[in-house]
C-alpha cells in the first residue's frame, strides 16, 4: 500500500456525548495525525438508524450523515456518539469507517463504568476513546487491521484488547500513513 495522504479532520459530535471527551480525542487526534483538528456542529443521532429489535444504532447510517458533510469540504470527520452501535452481524461495534469516503465513527457507550460495572477512571476513558478515534480514523485513511497486537489498528473485541494495544500506530501502519 502507498502512503496514503493525510487531510484535516472535523470531529462531530452525534447527540450529547458527555463530560470533555470530544475536546480530548480533538488535542490527541491533531497529535497524533499530525494535521489540524476542529470541532464541527453537533448532529442528532439520526432515529431512524434506531433498531427497536436490538436497542441500537445502525453506525452505517452514522457513517452516511458524515459523508454528506464531507463533499461539502473534502476534510475528513470523525463522529463520537454515546449510543450503542451495531453492524449486521456483529453483537456490537466500538465504531466503524470509510476510506472511500474517508469518513469514522466510534461510540463511548462501550468504554466507560457504567455498561461494564468496572471503576473506570476519567483518564482511562479518555485513553480508550483516544484509542478507538485514531482506529476507526485509521481505516478512514485507507489502513486495514494490523496483526501486531500492540497496534492500534489491531481488531479489537473486548476493553482489554483495546486497552492493550494503546493508540500508537506500529511502525509499517505508520509508514503506510506517511507518519515516518
Known amino acids: 500500500m502507498e502512503s496514503t495522504m493525510l487531510s484535516d479532520i472535523v470531529i462531530h459530535p452525534f ?17 497524533r495525525f499530525g494535521v489540524n483538528v476542529s470541532i464541527g456542529t453537533g448532529i442528532a443521532v439520526p432515529a431512524r438508524a434506531y433498531s427497536q429489535e436490538r436497542e441500537q444504532y445502525l453506525s452505517t447510517i452514522l457513517l452516511d450523515e458524515l459523508a454528506v458533510l464531507r463533499r461539502s469540504d473534502k476534510r ?40 461494564n ?7 482511562l476513558f479518555g485513553r480508550r476513546s483516544v ?3 485514531v482506529h476507526e480514523l485509521g481505516h478512514a485513511f485507507g489502513l486495514g487491521h494490523c496483526t501486531r497486537q500492540d497496534c492500534v489498528m489491531w481488531f479489537s ?10 493508540d500508537q500506530f506500529c511502525r509499517r501502519c505508520a509508514r503506510q500513513l506517511g507518519l515516518h
Open 131 to 133: 484509542t478507538e478515534a
Open 15 to 31: 447527540g450529547e456525548t458527555g463530560g470533555n471527551i470530544v475536546e480530548t480525542v480533538r488535542v490527541a487526534v491533531g497529535h
Open 157 to 166: 473485541n473486548t476493553l482489554s484488547e483495546t486497552d492493550r494495544k494503546g
Open 76 to 115: 475528513a470527520r470523525l463522529g463520537v456518539t454515546a449510543v450503542d452501535l451495531f453492524v449486521p452481524g456483529l453483537n456490537f461495534v466500538f465504531g466503524e469507517a470509510s476510506s472511500a469516503e474517508r469518513v469514522a465513527v466510534f461510540s463511548v457507550a462501550r468504554l466507560g463504568p457504567v455498561r
Open 117 to 123: 460495572g468496572e471503576p473506570t477512571s476519567a483518564p
